[in-house]
């Protein structure tokens, strides 16, 4: 089942934490994908799905609206800007070291991109698909067809929001800018404030007559069949992007991501650990003093494995590269076969006699009393 990302997940929060949970938990990603301190490609995206999640989730009325209504009533409610003001971002930060001017700087650099670039409108939303995969799956890789919910641009209005025929017109309060400043003096001081417009809450266009398929909204929810390779050597929680896979943006930026996260069922057999496979295999008592031959299931097939003489109970042995391939190419895991020794719960006479007899042998008598022979 394909799901817009979870704001709490994203957090890493449960859905009944209290403000100072998620407060702490945003400032510790803060911390780790804050721009001025990771410069890793991917931590402008991470710092600004984190704030986000924030925004939403420190806000009583946002939280409340998201818990009831999900991602749709975000975004048929709040605007960006809308989503962000409010949050206590500039404290938050400024304790962390880093340091913004005011809101309109803070939003500036969320969504036009920091250090100044302008990154223009708002990409889509990214979206989360789970699959499940068997162990055979992660080691040969797989490819595969999935279907996804998302949204995309109407096809009755191609997007605009209007009625076919007919086409939004220009906001006359902001004059299509979407915002609009707000000039207030106290003395010899000015003070300039931009808020977004109320009368096309951002958008900078009106619609007098609205699509009927769309309602207005210029998008509609569509299925789409996504073809997905999973490459050999996935891990449980392993994320995979398909890129422009996601939501259509609103604004008309870039399309959303799609995240394919991937979990592992258990295999009857075999436990991963890394990309080692382990197994455990029992063998006899005599078989592990005298040693012998032992058939082993791999992934790929049965092998034999010798078990040399005098084997001791919990002795691993590998069969080398019979494990999971590693996820960057280079070869593959190993194989990790656990021996364990059968002590019968049950004997014979004639086993306890010749067991006695093997006993007087090694001078062990006594022990062997106290253990095999305990009910004789």
Request: proline share 4%.
């Amino acid at each position: 089942m394909s799901t817009k990302r979870d704001y709490y997940d994203i957090l890493g929060v449960s859905k009944d934490a209290d403000k100072d949970s998620i407060k702490s938990a945003y400032r510790k990603l803060a911390l780790k994908y804050h721009p001025d301190r990771n410069k890793s490609p991917e931590a402008e995206e991470k710092f600004k799905e984190i704030s986000e999640a924030y925004a939403i989730l420190s806000d009583d009325a946002k939280r409340a609206q998201y818990d009831r209504f999900g991602h749709a009533g975000i975004a048929g409610r709040y605007t960006q800007e809308d989503i962000f003001r409010g949050a206590n971002f500039e404290e938050i930060l400024r304790d962390l070291g880093f340091g913004f001017g005011g809101f309109s700087d803070l939003f500036e650099n969320l969504f036009r991109g920091f250090g100044g670039t302008s990154r223009g409108p708002a990409r889509g939303t990214d979206l989360r698909y789970d699959m499940d995969l068997t162990l055979e799956d992660v080691v040969k890789g797989v490819t595969t067809s999935i279907e996804v919910p998302r949204t995309e641009k109407c096809n009755t209005c191609g997007g605009s929001g209007a009625q076919p025929g007919t086409s939004p017109r220009t906001c006359p309060k902001c004059g299509g800018e979407g915002q609009v400043q707000n000039l207030r003096s106290a003395g010899f001081a000015r003070f300039v404030t931009v808020q977004t417009c109320g009368a096309c809450r951002g958008r900078g266009s009106l619609i007098d007559r609205p699509c009927q398929t769309c309602r207005g909204m210029g998008v509609e929810k569509r299925t789409r069949t996504i073809s997905v390779n999973v490459p050999p050597g996935v891990d449980e929680g392993s994320s995979l992007r398909i890129r422009g896979q996601g939501d259509v943006s609103l604004e008309g930026g870039a399309q959303g991501d799609l995240y394919v996260v991937t979990h592992v069922k258990s295999h009857p057999v075999f436990r991963r650990e890394g990309d080692d496979l382990v197994v455990e295999k029992t063998i006899s008592f005599p078989d592990a003093a005298l040693g012998c031959q032992l058939r082993v299931l791999t992934i790929n097939g049965e092998v034999e494995l010798n078990i040399p003489p005098g084997t001791k109970s919990g002795s691993v042995f590998k069969l080398k590269g019979k494990g999971v391939p590693r996820i960057n190419g280079y070869g593959r895991g190993d194989e990790l076969v656990v021996v364990r020794i059968n002590v019968p719960s049950k004997l014979s006479q004639k086993q306890r006699d010749l067991l006695r007899d093997l006993a007087k042998e090694f001078g062990a008598e006594e022990g062997l009393k106290k253990s095999f022979f305990k009910k004789s």
